[in-house]
């Protein structure tokens, strides 16, 4: 019988593409993941790795095993959520990923909804993009993704990992206060007034990069792009002080009255999807249950409070 924790590891690899990438993930010394997988090798009988440069690539053997192998991981994460479910009390450590806005806005309730009705179990929030955070998810490294999809630009939906909606955020044109005229005209319009302005946006590779320069091009002109940031509440401080026009969700004031003129975007261009992904087989655990749950309340208040 194969060894499950060198078989996990050969797994790892193919995730985290690297014996120092796989070495970091998991505290080992590069040295002792090569020696386990050498083992593995002697165990199956047969080549798994094989030099490619400096990196080596899974053979198609090794893939076998991997993908026999998440089948594994799999149905032991069911009967990890069988074994919760059947306590009265939920205790562990849960590990989300969030984007910025939804960190900013939807978490904090879901935490207070949670803290509240199971005291005891553990919450670790860390503030992730999905283009990371999603992959991450696949390894292991996060329980619940809280993701963003931009009309146009849909995610990835391995079978391997479930999606489940939350809310779907509105878009906005966000200009500085001295930008005036663009109220008077059609979306479309709007937007191509403001063409000779300056503007922030994501990073280039960015879900949110592509869909706004698409957009913008959508509708007769390349952005003068002066300002990058993935934070968003920079992008909010720029337009509040007059530095730049933003396309902006409407996560991103949580709530308060926006402090600049927002206009609408084109129909098919003015919501972003927002939702939960957790691995397939995980969802039955109560912890995930019950955090699911909880941003699903938080972002029905939040669809309550958006602008406009």
């Not at 009988?45 to 094989?50: F, I, T």
């Not at 306590?87 to 904090?108: E, K, M, N």
């Not at 390894?139 to 993704?145: I, K, L, S, Y």
Request: net charge neutral.
């Amino acid at each position: 019988m194969f060894d499950l924790h060198r078989l996990r590891l050969l797994r790892e690899l193919k995730h985290r593409g690297t014996l120092a990438a796989v070495a970091t993930a998991l505290s080992y010394a590069p040295s002792s993941v090569s020696q386990q997988l050498s083992l593995l090798e002697g165990e199956v009988g047969v080549q798994l790795l094989e030099p490619v440069g400096r990196r080596v690539r899974l053979t198609p053997q090794a893939e076998i095993l991997v993908a026999h192998t998440e089948a594994i991981l799999e149905r032991l994460e069911r009967a990890e959520a069988d074994i919760a479910t059947s306590l009265t009390d939920l205790t562990g450590t849960l590990r989300i990923a969030s984007f910025q806005t939804a960190a900013f806005t939807l978490v904090p309730t879901a935490l207070g909804l949670l803290r509240d009705i199971h005291p005891h179990l553990r919450v670790h929030v860390t503030q992730q993009e999905p283009q990371k955070a999603l992959p991450a998810l696949h390894a292991r490294d996060f329980d619940v993704v809280i993701a963003e999809e931009y009309p146009g630009d849909p995610s990835p939906r391995p079978a391997e990992l479930e999606q489940e909606d939350l809310l779907e955020d509105p878009l906005y044109l966000a200009l500085p206060d001295q930008a005036g005229g663009a109220d008077a005209h059609s979306p479309a319009a709007a937007l191509r007034s403001l063409a000779d302005r300056p503007w922030v946006m994501e990073p280039e590779g960015t879900a949110a990069r592509r869909w706004a320069m698409t957009l913008c091009r959508s509708v007769g002109f390349e952005p003068d792009v002066r300002f990058e940031t993935a934070d968003l509440l920079l992008h909010l401080r720029l337009v509040e002080q007059g530095y730049a026009t933003a396309l902006l969700p409407g996560l991103v004031w949580n709530g308060r009255p926006p402090a600049v003129p927002l206009r609408r975007l084109p129909r098919g261009q003015d919501t972003r999807r927002v939702f939960t992904a957790v691995r397939r087989g995980r969802s039955r655990h109560p912890a995930i249950q019950a955090c699911r749950h909880a941003l699903l309340q938080a972002a029905t208040d939040a669809s309550g409070t958006a602008p406009g």
